[in-house]
Nanobody, 125 residues
């Protein structure tokens, strides 16, 4: 298990940008595949992005591809989600998650073992 704390959420107008951060503590961070998920008031929690242990592989949902960028700093035990050209439909609570399974990329939330408390992102039209 690893303890995760998200930050950086807020209120932004459509077309704007936000950068979410997730600080990790506990198990060796560089051993974890990290993901971002989100949940809006009208939808179940959905996958957003994932990054491999060393950061060389990334994956995105179709809805955020080419607008969001996931990155990590293993020396600082941090993972980030840079969000550009935000849309009202991006409004949600954003969660970071960690898994210590042996693969490279994981898109299913049930495969993640540790979750943060979430940070709210609100995009106005």
């Amino acid at each position: 298990q690893v303890h995760l704390v998200e930050s950086g959420g807020g209120f932004v107008q459509a077309g704007g940008s936000l950068r979410l951060s997730c600080a990790a503590s506990g198990r060796t961070f560089s051993d974890a595949v990290m993901g971002w998920f989100r949940q809006s008031q009208t939808k179940e929690r959905e996958y957003v992005a994932c990054i491999s242990r060393g950061g060389s592989s990334t994956d995105y949902s179709d809805s955020v591809k080419r607008r969001f960028t996931i990155s990590r700093d293993n020396a600082a035990n941090m993972v980030y989600l840079e969000m550009n050209n935000l849309k009202p439909e991006d409004t949600a609570v954003y969660y970071c998650a960690a898994t210590f399974r042996g693969g490279v990329i994981y898109t299913l939330e049930e495969l993640y073992e540790s979750w943060g408390q979430g940070t709210q992102v609100t995009v106005s039209s």
